[in-house]
């Protein structure tokens, strides 16, 4: 049985940059290190990075199970490592773990953890911590990465360097899914988590949830080659959009998240700053449709209501121009195998009229829209009666109340807004929402379709990456053509620092350097 | 004049005692459950029943609100449903800020707005009582967040003179903490001053129309002195209530300013509790928030009682 090596393409792929650079690019930690290094000179040493951010609440905690927005992530990520990181292509490459192996049909796996990597505590990394880790998001647990877990039968020690994990269905996709923020690693049998022991750059000084949290650099050099740059780090929330851009102008912060797009263009030209917009990695904005409950089972009446968005104005309109326009599924414009050629359904009124006519509808159609679903839902709804009415459409907008919002009214109510979060993977994106019919609780439009389970199963299992490709493809196709999904924009991350902070690159997932600018940036 | 007072404050008691009911029960029917409004959009059903479990949600209301009231009045609020950390001790120091910066406004407040007042009751009608009117009545009439906004983008942005984020954290330099409140403290100053002045101005003026200010006049006290001297002693009963309201506002009434300023306080932590369904912080606030408003209001009673003989005694 030959063992595929499956070494990340960060490693395998010489990009323009490096071999400016001339990196040797051989080693994963090489290619990591010498990424930074790419953006303005060698990363420097010192300084105190002030992050001002949203994205929190006083409800926060360190347990990585508690996870669900952007400030626990990051304070968790000074602290801690992952088992797997995303590179700024969007590829996985080894973080704690260091390199992995694959059996053909991807249901057998091997992963070296690396050597000589400690806690703050002194404590040397080993297999056990790893599986301790994993298994606190598997069996009976609250934790949002169980899913991305159900799948692995067994983890099993190999030896203090190496796991070996057992997976009941194959996916190719799991260095991805470990790559989860939720997944860190900890010492094995380590529960308090108001005293975080974690092999990050950093630790903990002060944390009041809500407030602030401070992090000082840990003595003696950090085991990732030139990161991990700043003396000190200290996250202010700061839950106001325009208290956020104030305190980035008055420079009592260096970084932001979330710039209102509104004000984007004003900040930018401001010279001391600078606007750092992550395309296609967003939110992805949509309205979705129960098709098995009448008038949406309707095919016809569908192709209208997709026809009948006007998605560029409400792009242009609702979100300032900074998102891309959506076409009707959850995969964003710059995921690994988004579908390019894949056509995009225009604003037609002449095509909806035609398709609302051949349905024969005349029952009412309500869209019941909050932004409570996501900030500009209202405003993207009445963008869409406006572009309706053109088709001689009705549309009957409603507006509801954002509290109680996803108890009350997604997946209640036939035709609503809904907003989908960016997922490690094209697989995770397309499972999470259309995969499992009507068992799957997250099916917001009622998706059922034979031939996208197959041809999504069959791909997680494909070495091909062409083949994988195509499949991907299909599955979006079909999903477009058939679910109830009118997707219509994908938000692009924007965050804004002061001229003197490096590294805030473009990131090949989330915001703020992959939520991870505090142990990637430095100061100029 | 003992039991009135005692009245007073049993009735105090009472009030709080009832509101205690009150926030139980309002904060029972918010729509929504904290399981789901602290896991998200991304929960499955399987973690909702573990977690709402785990929370103790089965257990009937009505016990829940007996074991809330004794814990409560053994200081002991419980732990925050969504990250289990004591609440009292995530209150108490935003009590503080809150109460820092109600206090460093009310010290600017007070003496400006009653001083004006009766500033403007002797020059009644002259050009500087108008002026006087017209500032804090121009400031009140502008929503507190514009203020806010003003002051940051002139005295913040334009000129650098404070910061636009009010940062403050334990162990804090006293003067530290000041300069960093300062903008704050001048929009809610700017924002009860109108009020209180406006009430001074005019039950001083209310007395001087009364006979024994008249007597004073005919004695040939100047009109300074007599406002002063005899006026202001019988117009102060609604002075010191409407100085209580006032101040009342500046603890629970400044959510918005917290905000603007991303200053930490009660206001911030009640908002952030309610979008997160975190019921016992929320009843915790709701609770310190009463505490405030009945205590400030009882003991601007009782001082009118004592300030007022004539409220002493049955009519």
Request: hydrophobic residues 45%; positive net charge.
């Amino acid at each position: 049985m030959a063992m595929i090596e499956n070494k990340t393409d960060s490693g395998l792929i010489l990009d323009r940059r490096q071999l400016i650079l001339g990196a040797s690019a051989v080693g994963l930690s090489a290619a990591f290190s010498s990424m930074p290094a790419m953006a303005a000179g060698a990363p420097k040493k010192g300084g105190v990075l002030r992050m001002g951010v949203e994205g929190g609440s006083p409800s926060d905690s360190l347990d990585p199970r508690t996870y669900a927005d952007s400030i626990p992530i990051n304070i968790s990520l000074m602290l801690w490592n992952c088992l797997v990181e995303v590179a700024d292509n969007g590829d996985a490459t080894g973080e704690l773990f260091e390199s992995w192996e694959v059996k053909p049909g991807a249901t057998e796996w091997l992963f070296n953890i690396r050597k000589g990597v400690t806690f703050t505590s002194g404590k040397t990394l080993d297999a056990d911590d790893v599986i301790y880790s994993l298994n606190m998001h598997r069996g009976e647990t609250k934790s949002p990465a169980k899913a991305l877990l159900n799948d692995i039968t067994d983890i099993k020690k190999v030896n203090a360097n190496q796991v070996q994990i057992t997976m009941s269905n194959g996916n190719l996709d799991l260095p991805f899914n470990l790559s989860d923020y939720h997944l860190i690693v900890v010492p094995n049998g380590f529960t308090d988590w108001s005293k975080p022991d974690g092999t990050g750059a950093f630790t903990m000084e002060e944390f009041q949830p809500g407030v602030r949290f401070v992090a000082k650099r840990k003595p003696g050099n950090y085991w990732k080659p030139n990161r991990g740059n700043f003396d000190r780090v200290e996250l202010r929330y700061i839950g106001d959009a325009a208290a956020r851009s104030q305190a980035l102008m008055t420079g009592q912060v260096d970084v932001i998240n979330r710039v209102d797009p509104k004000t984007a263009a004003l900040l930018a030209k401001n010279p001391k700053l600078r606007i750092s917009r992550t395309p296609g990695m967003g939110n992805r904005f949509a309205f979705v449709a129960h098709t098995d409950k009448d008038p949406y089972s309707n095919k016809d009446l569908m192709m209208a209501l997709k026809y009948g968005i006007d998605r560029k104005k409400i792009v242009d309109n609702v979100f300032s121009g900074y998102a891309s326009i959506g076409n009707d599924h959850t995969v964003g414009t710059k995921m690994k195998y988004y579908d390019t050629k894949q056509k995009q359904t225009p604003y037609d009124p002449d095509k909806a009229k035609f398709y609302y006519k051949k349905s024969g509808v005349t029952a009412p159609i309500e869209l019941q829209v909050s932004e409570g679903a996501f900030s500009g839902a209202t405003d993207a709804g009445q963008v869409y009666q406006e572009s309706l009415a053109k088709a001689g459409i009705n549309l009957d907008l409603k507006r509801v109340s954002g509290d109680g919002y996803w108890d009350n009214v997604w997946l209640k109510v036939p035709f609503c807004a809904v907003y989908w979060g960016n997922r490690p993977t094209i697989d995770n994106q397309l499972t999470s929402t259309f995969f499992g019919g009507l068992k799957n609780p997250w099916n917001d439009t009622h998706f059922q379709n034979e031939e996208f389970s197959k041809t999504l199963v069959a791909a997680r299992v494909e070495m091909d990456q062409k083949k994988r490709g195509a499949m991907y493809a299909r599955c979006q196709e079909l999903i477009a053509q058939n679910s109830g999904m009118v997707c219509f924009a994908v938000q692009d991350y924007l965050d804004a620092c002061s001229t003197k902070l490096q590294g805030l690159t473009i990131s090949g997932r989330y915001d703020l350097a992959d939520d991870r600018i505090a142990e990637k940036g430095w100061f100029a | 004049m003992a039991k009135l007072i005692l009245n007073r404050l049993l009735l105090g008691v009472l009030t709080l005692f009832a509101v205690s009911i009150l926030i139980f029960v309002c904060t029972q029917i918010l729509p929504g459950d904290v399981a789901s409004a602290v896991l998200g959009q991304g929960a499955t059903p399987e973690a909702l029943v573990i977690f709402r479990k785990e929370l103790g949600l089965d257990v009937p209301a009505y016990l829940r609100y007996i074991h809330w009231l004794t814990g409560a009045l053994h200081g002991d609020l419980g732990v925050a449903l969504t990250n289990k950390r004591v609440i009292v001790d995530e209150v108490l120091p935003r009590l503080g800020n809150t109460l820092f910066l109600a206090g460093y406004a009310a010290l600017i407040a007070i003496p400006v707005a009653v001083g004006l007042g009766i500033f403007s009751a002797i020059n009644e009608g002259k050009l500087s009582d108008k002026l006087a009117n017209i500032v804090t009545l121009t400031a009140i009439s502008l929503p507190e967040f514009f203020i806010a906004y003003l002051l940051i983008i002139f005295m913040a942005v334009d000129v650098d003179w404070f910061p636009s984020l009010s940062t403050v954290y334990k162990g804090m330099p006293f003067s530290e903490r000041v300069y960093q409140t300062t903008l704050p403290a001048i929009t809610l100053t700017l924002l009860v001053a109108a009020h209180m002045l406006r009430m001074t101005r005019s039950s001083v003026l209310s007395v001087m129309s009364t006979p024994y200010i008249e007597m004073a006049f005919l004695k040939g006290a100047k009109r300074g002195r007599v406002i002063v001297r005899h006026a202001l002693p019988n117009a102060a009963a609604p002075i010191i209530t409407v100085v209580a309201l006032n101040l009342a506002y500046l603890v629970v009434g400044v959510v918005v300013i917290e905000a603007v300023f991303v200053y930490p306080g009660l206001g911030q932590l009640m908002v952030d509790a309610v979008s997160k369904r975190d019921v016992p912080v929320i009843q915790a606030c709701g609770l310190v928030f009463a505490m405030v408003f009945v205590t400030l209001n009882t003991l601007a009673d009782i001082l009118v009682i004592l300030v007022n003989p004539r409220l002493r005694h049955k009519r």
